[in-house]
């Protein structure tokens, strides 16, 4: 696993913490296919994500501004997904956005 390499702040973070429901069937293609869509989005920044054993899982989602998660929140197929999601595969979870102010750490 490598860590996401962002930009100066500031910028804003998408925090998803989820438990997996235990019916996941098409879950982690469709988790891929939201990867692969995110990472073509405009204003996005990189993405870390890590699911646990006891299937809690935290995907951390960076974008440049305000306007580019609202893009990405409104793209229909991210829509769809997010519905199935909530109605299927989730047994909770929450969403939170933040803005970084700061970031540093080691490589």
Known sequence: MELTTTPEPPYYAVIFT???????EGYHEAAERMFELVRAAPGFL???SARGEDRVGVTVSYFRDEVAIAEWREEPEHV?????????????FEVRVARVERAYGSR
């Not at 989820?18 to 996941?24: A, H």
């Not at 769809?80 to 909770?92: I, K, P």
């Open 80 to 92: 769809v997904t997010r519905a199935e999601g909530r109605g299927r595969w989730y047994d909770a």
């Open 18 to 24: 989820s438990i997996l429901g235990p019916d996941d």
């Open 46 to 48: 990189g993405v870390d």
